[in-house]
């Protein structure tokens, strides 16, 4: 099967520029996050989606970060504007969710992002 | 919020030889996973344990969920080994919190 795909797969751009990237689940995974991993550290989520509803935006920077998942499948996340402090690693995951069912997540190769 | 402390930071060793790697959390969690973060920084899934002990070929991984701990054991080392290992554990709502990581280099 075939996992997760995310796009593009490195981005350098100058502060105060925005940026975009896509992530599209493994097929049948109804949840979907995006995590940012900063050099030398885990991930950390940022934003939980289940179908295409919020689950848990908590740790997402709001006046900058937004991201949508409109017809529960593929997703983007945006940075507008970008600090220099946002110069991450951006992985997406999925996962299938059963109920009250905790499953495993997947995740996709990352958008590296370098913001000068 | 819960956390996850993983030990050794740092852990260099020669071909072939064996390890464990240690991963201590904080408070009760439903579920449990060991990653593998390769050079290019793809996360490759090792083990979902959130308890007992399963293994993968040259990997095993057990988890006491009641005494808050796992542990990952690497048989025979190989080069490809080398990366960074991660557990992370889910605390409801399916949201997973990484561990501190452990660097592995392997050296022919």
């Known amino acids: 099967e075939a996992g997760v795909a995310q796009s593009p797969r490195y981005k350098i751009i100058e502060k105060r520029q925005s940026v975009a990237f896509w992530c599209n689940p493994i097929?049948?995974?109804?949840?979907l996050y995006w995590y940012q991993q900063i050099l030398g550290q885990g991930p950390k989520l940022l934003i939980q989606?289940?179908?295409?509803?919020?689950?848990?935006d908590s740790q997402l920077p709001k006046d900058r970060f937004s991201a949508e998942r409109l017809k529960g499948v593929d997703s983007t996340l945006k940075i507008q504007p970008a600090k220099l402090e946002d110069s991450a690693v951006y992985l997406c995951?999925?996962?299938?969710?059963?109920?009250?069912?905790?499953?495993?997540?997947?995740f996709g190769p990352g958008t590296r992002l370098t913001v000068l | 919020g819960i956390q996850v402390e993983q030990s050794p930071p740092d852990l260099i060793l020669q071909e072939g030889a064996n390890s464990t790697l240690r991963c201590n959390f904080s408070?009760?969690?439903?579920?449990l996973q060991w990653f593998h973060q390769n050079p290019w920084g793809q996360l490759i899934n090792l083990f979902y344990?959130?308890?007992g002990t399963k293994q993968n070929g040259r990997l095993s991984a057990t988890t006491v969920a009641t005494e808050r701990y796992s542990l990952l054991y690497i048989s025979s080392s190989q080069t490809t080994d080398s990366g960074v290992y991660f557990c992370?554990?889910?605390?409801?709502?399916?949201?997973?919190?990484f561990g501190t990581g452990t660097r592995l280099l392997v050296s022919p």
């Open positions: 408070d009760s969690v439903n579920n």
């Open positions: 344990i959130p308890s």
């Open positions: 995951a999925s996962s299938y969710k059963q109920g009250r069912l905790v499953n495993e997540q997947f």
């Open positions: 992370a554990v889910n605390t409801g709502f399916q949201k997973l919190v």
């Open positions: 989606f289940q179908n295409n509803g919020v689950v848990d």
């Open positions: 097929s049948g995974h109804a949840t």
